[in-house]
């Protein structure tokens, strides 16, 4: 609403946040065992779930480089010398 721009923050949280819910739905997974992967068990769908969570609105590396990107962007405008 104030016109600033948030896209590194927008990345940086989409990519933790389905980072974090990856690695929660593979212990879950690893708890069932190979019975993670059958359909009876929810872990199977969660599992499904969280890995398109971390390739809808731009995969995880798309979000890095995003990331990457507007933080070169900040530091050039301040004229920062590396």
Known sequence: DR???IQ???AAAKLFATEAC???VDRCVQIYGGAGY????????FFRD???LRIYEGTSQIM???IAKQLLRDFSARGTVW
């Not at 059958?38 to 769908?45: C, H, N």
Request: hydrophobic share 35%.
């Open 38 to 45: 059958l359909a009876e068990y929810e872990a199977e769908r």
């Open 22 to 24: 990856g690695r929660v």
């Open 64 to 66: 890095q480089l995003q």
């Open 50 to 52: 969280a890995r398109i």
């Open 3 to 5: 016109g600033e721009n």
């Open 8 to 10: 590194r923050k927008a």
